[in-house]
């Protein structure tokens, strides 16, 4: 199928793929190399293209912000073209290999970002005390990168037209035989204290964190993953039926319509970003110990924290808003 | 602190751009017409799509057309009945349409009997497409050869808006008894039926009941035709955009080499800024802001000339690619449209392959010795 | 005060063309003084400069500034460093064309991101004590040599650095721009700039004014005065 979004994307995942490749393979003669007590000239050609790796994986970073947005509104518009798909859901599930590649490109997404949070400290320390630790990290965005391409190669190759698939409807609807299905049967009362009980963890140890100057960065970082997926969890199981007004439909994407007015990006940015600043915390929190960054990381860790916990507050304040003005009524 | 910074870079980077517009100047012409192309293509085949999803959207859910021996036949008012009442139908009804090849000008037309609108014998309502091709208009007399061989003489009522033109260029209108007349259209027949389903999910059980019922019979889905139309016009668009690939990779090629061939001038700059005190990543952002600010200008002018090219010019030099299957091109204006959807793709396969094809250079460029100005 | 420890240069190192610039320097240098550095060209007095002055790293030894090693300091720090300690004055000027005066005096400011409106003032205060205020918004190719030389020493100041740095500062001017210079140097050193120039020029060399002469040869300390 020949689409100029899904030559788009194939293009972005190969240059993201390409970018994290060269620059792991970089880092792997980097582990063997570095020297920062040497002034010569070999040390100084690694020192030089370090910048050429940060500014490289920034650009892979944002091409993956863009693209992931590009992946789902496009399988959304998809739609039209199977029998059965209504929204995103259909056409991700036209073959095995559409929930797997939107899978793999979030949680590249947050690596990628996580390997940026922690290219700031670096960065910041005159004895480069990250680098060891980040050109690791960078061998294994690698392999991730390479599986976000095949599968979407597999995915977009796999489009066949004929296939009879099965929308959100059937996806998220109670009755149906899958981990989402009982995602959607979820008690809305269970779904919705869990969502608030781990909401007020998060941002409570978000201002734990920032008063605490980052150390409990691992805490929040450990909240936030959580957090991230009952908020998820929480979107199929009531936030969108209360959006839809309609007690059977769950899906997660069609929040991201402009017949629901796009409210689906009022909570997913936000809950990204959050998501990003909490674990981008808990990776860096590991070096505070380290002289020439302890104070750039108890910095960036009240800066994060804060932001994260007004970030969060907004994905509460949110869905406390949709749940409030919703003409349905889940709960007696 | 960094967004005071990143001010006094940009504002450098507008100063820079403009000291060396000459040079710049190509490279933005360069890329505004690989934005404006990539983007014509774009524009143009969504708003097709737009056009038949809108045309298709006042047809029926179902159309059934006889096959006799695999071939179309007419269908016998008698199948009416025979479909029965089938559960969901809302309105069932014949049709009656057919081709005219007209050889004065080449061309077919669409004769059609509207079901809804009333047209006297005699009369004639025709599209803008034929209107222009013999030019006629409102109260002339279009004389046409029927099949065996009596000239009719029609009067045009009216001409057909040129809302939707693309469709209705080569339509004619005319009455059932006139129709009939001029092709020798056995009577209790029509060309084929449709039939009105109240319930979007239950098209597919109509159809296979009527399948069952008239097993002679092929029913055509709105859905489906609407599916390939779909596929086909990104089909199309997708077999254009692949083509133009070719022109983005040399112009990536283009720009790496415009980024790599730096005056010894501009490289005295880089070095005289280290030496200053400007950090390598303050020099790979003031590149990035650069190369961003051409981006903006190129992605903007790019977007507005095929803009302009698409809705105003009706997309001259596309036309024969990717719409062309009437001899009427219609001269229709499409309804202009701007979507974010396409702006993130045109974004990531114009200005993401500039900006990487770029970095390299640019890198090489900023890393320079802060002590070169010196030795 | 600036400490050099048996400081050692090479370029393409580790190749046939290897070449020591500065081949085992040892030398102290007090804060607020005059210091001039005398050797015939490829004698390694300005690759000696660009290594007090942060530019570059030694490839061996160590470079103590106010007792602080930072010959191990990578490039991004070296450079917040020399941004906030030194001032270059070169030998070619080095203004960048297009621009105006204000601008390129401007222009080592932008990185640490004051605020607008202080920067352009302090420039602006730079270009009247050096009698160029009137030249502010000119080009500084219509400069004469004095004169940009004149807007090489403000770019130098903006900052406001402890030490200035000059590399042969009086190459291209005539006898009485170089006096005019070295007037500059003695208000420069009464404000408490340390400063530090390379120079052949017997008139800088026995101008009164310097406090230490420090010779070079083939990348070595001739002798000390």
Redesign the interface.
Known sequence: MLRPAILALLFASTLTSVIIAAAALFGAHLLRRWDLRSGGEGQLRLERRTYLVSTAVGLALAVQAVSLLLFVYNADRMAELFVGAMCAVGTLNVNAYGFPALQVRIALFFLAAVWLVMNHVDSRGYDYPLTRAKYALLLGLAPLALLQLYLEWRYFLGLNPDVITSCCGSLFSAEAEAVTADLAAIEPRLAMGLFALSGVAVIAAALFNRRADGRHGLLLGGLGAIWFVVTLVAVIAFVSPYVYEHPHHHCPFCLLKPEYGYVGYLLYLPLFSATVMALGVAAVRPFAAVPSVSGVIARLSRRLSTAAAVLNAGVVLIVGIIVATSNLMLLE | ?FW??Q???ID?AL?SLW?RKGRHLLLLVVYTLVVAALAS??LFTEALKGEARQLLAGTPEVVIQRMVAGRHDLVPEQYLERIGRVRGVRKKAGRLWGYYYDPTVAANYTLMVPPERHIAEGSVVVGEGIARARGASVGDVLALRSSVGEVFPFRIDAILSAESELVSADLMLVSEVDFRRFFHFPAGHYTDLVLEVANPREVRKVAEKIALALPDSRPILR?EI??TY??LF??R???V??AL?GAVFAFGIFAWDRAAGLSA?ER??I????????????V?ALK?WEGALVSLCAFLLGYLLAYLHVFTFSAGALTPLLKGWAVLYPQFTLAPQVD??QL??L???TV??Y??AI??PL?QA??A???A??? | MIELIDVKKAFNHHRPNEHWAVNGVSLTLEGNRLTVFQGPSGSGKTTLLTLIGCLARPTSGRVRLDGKDVSGFPERFLTEIRRGTFGFVFQQYHLLRGISVLENVMLPGYPAAPRYGTLRRRALELLERFELAHKAHAKVEWLSGGESQRVAIARALINDPAVVIADEPTAHLDTALAKGFLTIAEELRAQGKTLMISSHDPLVCEAPIVDRLVRLRDGRLAESA
Not at chain 2, 271 to 282: I, Y
């Open positions: 602190m005071g910074r001010r006094y870079l450098f100063s000291r293509v774009m859905e609407l599916r779909a596929s990104d089909w668009e997708g077999l955009l692949t690939l001038e005295r700059e070095g005289v800024l280290k030496a200053v005190g400007w950090e390598t990543s303050d790979i990035l974010l959807f993130a793709t974004f990531l396969i993401v392959p900006t990487a970095l390299i890198w900023a890393v010795d802060p002590d100005v010196m030795r």
